[in-house]
């Protein structure tokens, strides 16, 4: 366990060696470099886990030095391992060095080859000192970093103006998450003194009682930044637009890991969401509306990053959730199975674009499961993990989740048909997806250039996407079961059975909706009312019209307005004064020595006056 | 000659430097040339070496008199750079005049 | 008659600094400047420095003032000169010095009187050796400041001195 220091430690390494070479090393190299050191991370990642797991403590912290004493206040640099962090790691290592070694081969004809992986890099180093982070402004740095790389890789095509006003976008908005969360910070800290985690939870529970309302505020003002990172309502508008960046930076940094930091935040100060019902409350209710609006949304989109965005989006949903209602163990399983399949959907959606020459418009698909067998197929396991059909990974979580909120005493059943008709939606979405890309005519003729280090990883996720449930399922149960909540079978058999038979329902009722023609779908969407309320759909339910107008346009009038800033007087004032006292000085400073001479004399004069007076 | 009755009065000494100093300030201002300007500042650095010279006398020490070597020094060394910009002042503005070269505005 | 030789000295070296910067001739200027710095190391004798006295003779007399005589000499100021000096020293130059170093003398001239030092100087002679022991015993370190002033002053004028400095620039 010793080694975990170099977990995070050897993607730094490749950032650094990426970043000092300048892009001179040769493709293969860089490649090697690339995806080498954070496979080599995996590889330590798991030893590591091992190593934990067979030792059978619930957490071991590594002190590595002290980063800054302030008076009484020392922040340490520690790595903090228990089994939430290890199922991150392993997420983070694991997933992000197949999507790494996709990538060698996605990026290839890309320009920037060796900044792209630099950037990469970067990313998991950040993205593991957010979860390792033993003290809160380590996971603070972390939370930046990993913003800081989501803004470059979004933007990472930066000849097109377009993609850096996405990068932009993302960067602001989750700003306003991140101005929370260091307000909750900052709280914390006043409150409690500590920023270590396992030290202000500790005061969590021993200084305040259940329901307090400074916890409250604090718990609100996390999940603030939660909300902002993780893309859900009101702050989900920049997910979308992220998927202007690279395929693999969609599949790693948008769907697998990063998005996930809220939820992870969350979980990881779960003592103090569990000290008050409001706080947990508005997780939940944060988590359904995201759910709620994503899915709806993604049934309009017609480009299939944009779906996956979205779906990502609601699937978040389902883990705040899940946080929302108690389900801490089924959130982050969760979590761990998304990454799973969503980075499997991303990279198979990856590989179909390219192959149609970055195409990604579905109504220009169809017909490609014989061309794009790979791509098909993982797809295929994909939206199944997706739609939580029976057997595959996607299933055992989100009914985990369901299964928990039916039970749950202060939510109910209301909860869980919100959520079950979210998934409703979601199976209709995906095989929409589905039906328009890889069914139907033939519209565009692909060129498959996938070679074994693109499919590869495809394979590996797929098996994980169907596996990964079962295996990880008795894994995380035994491991959380001390906090989590237990999954003891005594359901009502309406649920469960309902539960189960929604996405399936779903499936049933989309392919009779896109493959078939049992029901009209042009006279659906042309008739007004489907008209508006698939445009209203369609733009992700009004959100950017609505900031666009409450902010962005208030704000540019002012702008317009103020142009000569108004607060500028004040100091324009300064310098008029200065500039006064300038020219008064420059007609002394006339170049002539007897001038300098006089007045150095009557300086002379005048001091010993003075002298002389007193 | 040197009889020590016959005493100097401190006083009459200090009134006798900032007499000859004045003298070299007054020099310098209303001198446009740069050689009476040079020429006063060695007034002005004799006044300072008499005070010192009797200062020295007065406590029947030497350090006086070292001081007036380090003027005497600190004169020689003045004297020769601003001799030199003397010549280079001549030779490039074909004058002596001390504001020909009052180029140096802020 | 130590006080008298003061006196006189005093009185001679007075009137020729006035005169030195007064004349519109240079070369004239300096010859009183010469008899004030003359009338100076009297001075210096009279209060007990022979060795004062005697450097003042040979260094300032002898070879600054020379070195003044000859710029002068080479920079060959003719009559024309004069006739411009006397353009420049109106009498209208005056007044503000003269205030200025009037005001001046009665300040320090009210600090002096306030003092009420009535202490004499007995002229007692500090001869070469002390004034030697002491300028490589405790001053050593100025001493060779002043040797570096030196060397600086003559890298300084040899830099400045050199004829064509600008006219090979522009060639």
Redesign the interface.
């Known amino acids: 366990m010793d080694m975990l220091w170099i977990v995070p430690v050897l993607p730094l390494a490749g950032f650094l060696i990426l970043c000092v070479t300048e892009g001179k090393l040769p493709k293969v190299v860089v490649a090697c470099i690339g995806a080498g050191s954070v496979g080599l991370s995996a590889v330590v990642a798991t030893l590591v886990g091992w190593e934990f797991v067979a030792s059978g403590s619930t957490s071991y912290s590594q002190v590595l030095w002290t980063w800054m004493v302030v008076g009484d206040f020392d922040v340490s640099v520690s790595l903090y391992l228990d089994y939430l962090a290890l199922v991150m790691v392993g997420v983070i290592t694991g997933v992000g060095f197949l999507i790494h070694l996709y990538a060698t081969g996605y990026m290839w004809e890309e320009e920037g080859y060796s900044r792209f992986f630099a950037y990469m890099n970067l990313f998991v180093f950040a993205m593991l000192l957010l979860v390792l982070g033993d003290s809160l402004l380590l996971l603070f740095l972390g939370w930046e970093g990993v913003g800081l790389c989501s803004y470059l890789l979004i933007g990472f095509f930066h000849k097109d103006p377009e993609n850096g006003y996405a990068a932009r976008k993302a960067f602001v908005v989750t700003r306003v998450g991140d101005t929370a969360l260091i307000l909750g910070l900052f709280l914390l800290f006043r409150e409690l003194g500590t920023l270590d985690i396992q030290q202000s939870l500790e005061g969590a529970r021993t200084a305040w009682p259940e329901g307090s309302t400074m916890n409250t505020a604090i718990a609100l003002l996390l999940l603030g930044g939660a909300i902002g990172k993780s893309a859900q309502a009101p702050l989900q508008t920049w997910l979308p637009d992220a998927m202007a960046g690279p395929t693999p930076v969609s599949a790693l940094i948008h769907a697998a890991t990063m998005v996930t930091a809220g939820v992870y935040l969350i979980a990881r100060m779960q003592d103090l969401y569990l000290l008050s019902e409001t706080a947990t409350w508005c997780v939940a209710v944060v988590g359904l509306v995201t759910l709620f609006i994503a899915s709806f949304t993604a049934l309009m989109q017609s480009d299939i990053k944009r779906v996956l965005a979205f779906s990502t989006m609601s699937q978040i949903g389902y883990m705040f959730f899940a946080l929302g209602v108690g389900a801490w163990s089924a959130a982050i399983f969760h979590l761990m199975t998304h990454a799973f399949f969503k980075a499997l959907l991303f990279l198979a959606s990856g590989s179909v674009i390219l192959a149609l020459h970055h195409e990604q418009d579905m109504f220009k698909m169809g017909g490609l499961w014989r061309k794009l067998p790979i791509p098909f197929w993982s797809m295929f396991i994909g939206s199944a993990a997706l739609v939580a059909l029976p057997l595959t990974s996607g299933f055992v979580s989100k009914d985990a989740i369901l299964l928990t909120a039916a039970h749950s005493e202060s939510f109910g059943m209301t909860f869980w048909a919100f959520a079950a008709g979210a998934a409703f939606m979601t199976s209709l979405y995906t095989v929409r997806m589905m039906y328009l890309t890889f069914f139907g005519e033939t519209k565009t003729e692909p060129h498959d250039k996938s070679r074994a280090n693109m499919w590869l990883p495809l394979l590996v996720l797929s098996a994980l996407s169907i596996g990964g449930g079962w295996l990880g399922f008795t894994v995380l149960a035994t491991l959380f079961g001390d906090k989590g909540v237990h999954f003891e079978l005594h359901l009502k058999e309406f649920v469960a059975i309902a539960t189960m038979c929604i996405p399936l329902l779903g499936v049933l009722v989309g392919y009779l909706i896109f493959a078939t023609n049992v029901v009209d779908r042009k006279k659906i969407s042309d008739s007004p009312f489907g008209k508006s309320v698939g445009r209203f759909w369609f733009v992700g339910w009004g959100f950017d019209w609505i900031y666009d107008t409450l902010v962005v346009k208030p704000f540019r009038w002012f702008a317009r307005v103020n142009k000569s800033d108004a607060v500028d007087f004040v100091f324009r004032f300064t310098t008029l004064v200065a500039r006064i006292f300038h020219n008064l000085?420059?007609v002394s400073?006339?170049?002539?020595?007897?001038w300098y001479?006089?007045t150095m004399?009557?300086g002379?004069?005048f001091v010993?006056?003075v002298v002389?007076l007193i | 000659m040197i009889d020590g009755a016959g005493a100097i009065p401190l006083e009459h000494v200090i009134w006798f430097a900032i007499t000859l100093f004045l003298i070299g300030?007054v020099g310098?201002?209303i001198r446009?040339n740069v050689i009476f300007?040079l020429l006063s500042l060695e007034l002005m650095m004799n006044a300072a070496a008499v005070v010192f010279i009797a200062a020295g006398a007065f406590h029947d020490q030497a350090d006086g008199q070292v001081m007036f070597m380090f003027i005497l020094a600190l004169a020689a060394a003045e004297v020769a750079v601003a001799l030199g910009l003397v010549v280079q002042l001549s030779r490039r503005f074909k004058t002596l005049d001390?504001?020909a070269?009052?180029?140096?505005?802020? | 008659m130590v006080y008298w030789l003061f006196l006189v000295s005093c009185g001679i070296a007075i009137f020729a600094a006035l005169m030195a910067i007064t004349r519109l001739n240079a070369s004239h200027a300096l010859i009183y400047l010469v008899i004030t710095l003359l009338a100076l190391a009297v001075v210096f004798f009279l209060l007990g420095a022979p060795f004062a006295a005697a450097l003042q003779i040979v260094i300032y007399a002898g070879a600054i003032v020379v070195l003044f005589l000859f710029v002068v000499m080479m920079l060959n100021l003719g009559r024309r000169s004069v006739e411009r000096e006397r353009q420049w020293l109106l009498p209208g130059i005056w007044v503000?010095?003269s205030i200025?170093a009037g005001?001046?003398f009665i300040?320090?001239g009210?600090?002096l009187i306030g003092a009420e030092n009535q202490a004499m100087i007995e002229g007692e002679m500090i001869g070469p050796r002390r004034v030697g022991a002491a300028m490589i015993g405790p001053y050593v370190l100025g001493v060779e400041l002043a040797g570096i002033l030196l060397l600086a002053g003559l890298v300084g004028a040899y830099h400045l001195g050199r004829r064509y400095l600008d006219e090979r620039r522009e060639r």
């Not at chain 1, 400073?589 to 007897?594: D, E, S």
């Not at chain 2, 070269?101 to 802020?106: F, H, I, K």
């Open positions: 000085l420059t400073q006339n170049g002539r020595l007897r001479a006089l004399f009557s002379l004069l010993l006056i002389a | 300030v310098i201002l446009r300007i001390i504001d070269v009052s180029e140096m505005t802020g | 503000i010095p200025l005001g001046l300040v320090l009210i600090a």
